[in-house]
């Protein structure tokens, strides 16, 4: 136990050396008003407040993004990040999704399969000045076929960005390549019913969404505002909404 314990504190002290020796971490802190909350081609709620808190190392980052509905009838939604950005673009991570009002009585520390309202995704993607291309996959948690095996549930998105006329924009668009699976709810211990969020509503390939950005940073006075506009579709289901909204960060 004493060795252990030693050779704890010496990785420890050796890490917190290394960090030392190279460049310092950096911090983000960013909170987004949005008038809705798009997700793939579906809304998940009306107007809400959306935190982000970001720590990041030589490409490495880990963070927490996080949804909270001005109607309390809707759902919360934490998500915990990390993952690698290389300097050539290459980016990987792992998403741990949480909503309110899926779990019984709510519970979050709650990790046993089949009962949990977790759902980890895996995503690796490539971006640069022309563009970017990502691709998610969930693979353990509420993401279920009907006969109770897990579903991999996946979604592929381009992303194309260009300016006009002063203002920066981003054309996007969205695919599921295959049905995806179901989520569980629990209104008490022992009723289960499936919901469709996560299969999009498709029976397989589909274009769930396709969109487009518009966003410019406004200076006012002292302070400089990020505004943007968007035009969010889903062609397979004929539906389309347009949300705004504006980005408070920490400097």
Not at 71 to 87: C, T, V
Not at 169 to 176: D, K
Not at 193 to 210: I, K, Q, R, S, V
Request: hydrophobic share 40%.
């Amino acid at each position: 136990m004493k060795i252990r314990l030693i050779l704890l504190i010496v990785i420890c002290q050796l890490s917190i050396s290394l960090c030392c020796a190279q460049d310092r971490p950096e911090a983000t802190l960013q909170v987004d008003l949005v008038s809705r909350y798009m997700w793939r081609g579906q809304q998940l709620s009306g107007a809400a407040l959306q935190p982000t808190a970001e720590l990041s190392w030589k490409g490495a980052y880990v963070g927490v993004w996080g949804s909270m509905p001005f109607d309390n009838s809707e759902s919360d939604e934490i998500d915990l990040n990390i993952g690698y950005r290389a300097p050539f673009g290459l980016n990987i991570g792992i998403t741990d999704y949480w909503s309110s009002g899926v779990a019984y009585k709510d519970i979050y520390m709650g990790y046993k399969k089949q009962h949990t309202a977790h759902q980890f995704e895996g995503n690796i993607g490539y971006s640069c000045k022309y563009g970017s291309l990502q691709a998610y996959t969930y693979f353990w948690g509420n993401d279920y076929k009907l006969d109770g095996k897990q579903a991999f549930s996946t979604y592929i998105e381009l992303g194309i960005p260009f300016t006009l006329a002063g203002v920066d924009f981003t054309a996007m668009a969205g695919v599921v390549p295959f049905k995806g699976g179901y989520g569980m709810r629990w209104s008490n211990e022992h009723a289960i019913y499936y919901y469709d969020e996560l299969n999009y509503d498709t029976d397989g390939f589909a274009c769930t969404m396709a969109a487009l950005r518009a966003e410019k940073e406004l200076s006012l006075g002292f302070m400089k505002l990020p505004i943007f506009v968007e035009v969010h579709t889903n062609p397979y289901l004929q539906t389309a909404n347009i949300m705004a909204g504006l980005s408070f960060k920490a400097f």
